[in-house]
């Protein structure tokens, strides 16, 4: 729980969307209730509305897992 809370609080921070992918479901990240409603324990992806694609590695580092 603490992880979604801190996941949600980084996304908060951005001025663009932020989606996140479960499958076929998709949430708004800055959402809490939407993160929940995923399976987090499924890998997730995430849809950041920036092009900006290095201060999202950077800020969501911790969370990344290369595949």
Do not use: W
Request: overall charge negative; some cysteine.
């Amino acid at each position: 729980m603490q992880d979604a809370d801190k996941f949600n609080k980084l996304c908060s921070k951005f001025d663009c969307d932020m989606d996140l992918q479960s499958g076929k479901y998709y949430v708004d990240a800055k959402s809490i209730m939407g993160i929940f409603s995923l399976d987090l324990s499924k890998p997730l992806v995430l849809d950041a509305g920036t092009d900006d694609e290095q201060k999202i590695k950077e800020t969501f580092a911790d969370f990344i897992r290369e595949e």
